[in-house]
């Protein structure tokens, strides 16, 4: 049914009630699917000029989701403690926690050709969940992904 729904073209990314979606597919054992519909979605939905969101910004929404998903991990289920991964948009992307700490993410081969997650290390050891731990963030992590067509 979610690729009826998006391959329908019945999706529409300003119906704010829909942007899990995408999310969706990772969740049912599809991650392929969530990395080629976020980067669709961030490439065509989102721009810096007029009309450079394709919907109703209801207090910051639209904004949030770009954050989330250009950082690649969205939580699908707030209060669940899981952020659902995605391809990010940045080769290198670094936060800085409290007390020092820092979560980084590297996306190794990543390019406009590039948007597939084909392996990933958490901490020099292999990752093979679709989410995050917030606990896995805030402790300050290195997630490293390698990138693909």
């Known amino acids: 049914k979610l690729n009826e729904f998006f391959d329908g073209g019945y999706y529409w990314h300003g119906n704010e009630t829909d942007?899990?979606?995408?999310?969706?597919?990772?969740?049912?054992?599809?991650?392929?699917?969530?990395?080629y519909w976020t980067q669709k979605i961030n490439s065509e939905e989102?721009?810096?000029?007029?009309?450079?969101?394709?919907?109703?910004?209801?207090?910051?929404?639209?904004?949030a989701w770009l954050v989330c998903s250009m950082l690649g991990f969205y939580p699908?289920?707030?209060?669940?403690?899981?952020?659902?991964?995605?391809?990010p948009a940045f080769k290198e992307i670094k936060i800085q926690l409290p007390g020092g700490k820092q979560f980084t993410s590297n996306?190794?081969?990543?390019?406009?050709?590039?948007?597939?997650i084909?392996?990933?290390?958490?901490?020099?050891?292999?990752?093979?969940?679709?989410?995050?731990?917030?606990e896995e963030i805030?402790?300050?992590?290195?997630l490293v992904f390698q990138i693909t067509e």
Do not use: W
Not at 19 to 35: D, I, L, R
């Open 107 to 116: 996306s190794i081969g990543l390019s406009e050709k590039s948007c597939y």
């Open 19 to 35: 942007q899990q979606a995408p999310f969706m597919f990772a969740m049912a054992g599809n991650p392929e699917k969530t990395q």
């Open 76 to 87: 699908v289920c707030p209060g669940s403690g899981q952020y659902i991964i995605t391809t």
């Open 118 to 134: 084909k392996s990933a290390t958490l901490n020099g050891k292999k990752f093979k969940r679709n989410y995050l731990r917030h």
């Open 46 to 63: 989102y721009g810096t000029g007029p009309g450079g969101l394709s919907g109703n910004e209801d207090a910051g929404q639209m904004s």
């Open 138 to 142: 805030i402790q300050g992590s290195n």
